[in-house]
């Protein structure tokens, strides 16, 4: 007997699909419209057609999402502004002494960077920042900004505050501790992993590896003491409850600090105290927030209207792999983007009664799904539309032509390590 669609998930299904079809191809089709509009519009197209009621797209909002990006926004912006960040990465970059040993440095303080202030935000403040060096030493620029992309987008698998979509799979998985969880099983392969990324570059750009760095290093520059003093004192926040949350749930399991109370207690400093706060909270990525609020709307649409009942349905009540999990997530991130990927498999996993093992999966492949290609991630987007500003280029098939073996060999890595916890 041929079961019957209703109407109105007729209607989900087709703003879904144009919402992402748009996403995918608007660069293709030479649309003129940000990813964050796009998706705000698949909102209110859901509003006006009643897949979704004005006060479900309210309650669907995750505030704490949104509070967190919110902080950690602000937190990148003063580094940013401050002149603190340029003058850490001064301090890490400027010992290198050849072009391999900057990429190397490059990448492995990117990752780190990456796991604790989100890789959209060292994507944000990164670009130009590489560029600079590259003109600085006769560096080619594609191999800094690779490296960039790589880095960001490999390092910030190892935490669930390193991504969009892993802050969604923390506070959506189930998990009892998702700090502790992600760092145990996702921390190893992820070093590993950008190990890859510097195997992977040094073939691809063989001949810039030794090249000598002879000019000075960039110097280091203080725009803003007092607005220095206070991002730093959030990063020192950050870093020391990250390790306080550790510690405390390995002592007392019960115990826990929520990673909105990292977030918070991270920016207060900088709203309380800084005179520059209004010009820093009006240089936060509002556009990423938007998109995010109107994401949320979009998932409780699909909800309400009984299309993802549907498509649960059709996936069947088992359990996906591990290997299926972390390939959907390269595979399909392509297409809609790695966050929206999430945002749908969420629910079909917890259906499917996924552990914790195969929510990691599902961050971990979505993750580097970034490295296979520009559209794989917004990070990368952000790289490019920042490198082209300033003259530089980073086409897609040269993306993929390096992204592709080393999504490859990190899907191997990650996919062996949780099969065998």
Request: overall charge neutral.
């Amino acid at each position: 007997m041929e079961r019957k669609i209703p109407f109105f998930t007729h209607i989900t299904l087709v703003i879904v699909g144009a919402v992402f079809l748009l996403i995918a191809f608007r660069q293709t089709l030479g649309v003129r419209i940000s990813i964050w509009q796009i998706m705000l519009g698949g909102a209110v197209a859901m509003l006006l057609s009643g897949s979704v009621s004005p006060v479900s797209a309210l309650q669907a909002i995750d505030p704490d999402v949104m509070i967190f990006l919110f902080c950690m926004f602000l937190i990148g912006v003063a580094l940013e502004e401050s002149g603190y960040l340029s003058t850490l990465s001064t301090a890490l970059l400027g010992r290198a002494k050849t072009a391999g040993g900057l990429i190397v440095l490059l990448v492995l303080f990117a990752g780190i960077g990456s796991a604790l202030l989100m890789n959209d935000t060292l994507a944000v403040i990164g670009t130009p920042l590489v560029l600079g060096y590259a003109v600085r030493y006769g560096i080619r620029s594609q191999a800094l900004l690779l490296a960039l992309a790589f880095a960001v987008t490999t390092g910030s698998a190892a935490s669930p505050i390193g991504n969009p979509q892993n802050l969604l799979v923390a506070t959506k998985g189930g998990f009892a501790d998702p700090l502790t969880a992600f760092l145990i099983a996702l921390a190893p392969p992820t070093v590993l992993a950008l190990l890859l990324v510097c195997a992977v570059l040094f073939v691809a750009f063989r001949e810039e590896w030794g090249k000598s760095l002879d000019a000075p290093a960039p110097p280091a520059c203080i725009g803003d003491p007092d607005l220095t003093t206070l991002a730093r004192t959030s990063l020192i926040v950050v870093v020391a409850l990250i390790i306080a949350k550790i510690v405390i749930f390995a002592v007392a399991p019960g115990t826990d600090i929520p990673l909105i109370a990292i977030a918070v207690a991270a920016a207060v400093p900088l709203l309380v105290l800084s005179p520059r706060r209004t010009e820093l909270v009006r240089k936060v990525d509002w556009a990423t927030l938007v998109f995010f609020a109107a994401l949320f709307v979009v998932m409780a649409g699909v909800r309400e209207s009984g299309a993802l009942t549907d498509l649960m349905a059709g996936a069947g009540e088992a359990a996906p792999s591990i290997p299926m999990i972390i390939a959907a997530g390269i595979v399909l991130s392509q297409f809609i983007s790695n966050v929206p990927f999430v945002a749908l498999a969420l629910p079909i996993l917890t259906n499917a009664g996924t552990g914790d093992v195969g929510m990691l999966a599902l961050a971990a492949g979505s993750t580097i799904a970034g490295n296979l290609t520009i559209a794989g991630a917004a990070s990368n987007v952000i790289i490019v539309q920042g490198a082209e500003r300033r003259g530089a280029t980073l086409d897609f098939f040269g993306f993929m032509k390096i992204g592709l073996p080393l999504t490859l060999l990190q899907a191997t890595v990650y996919t062996g390590w949780l099969l065998l916890i």
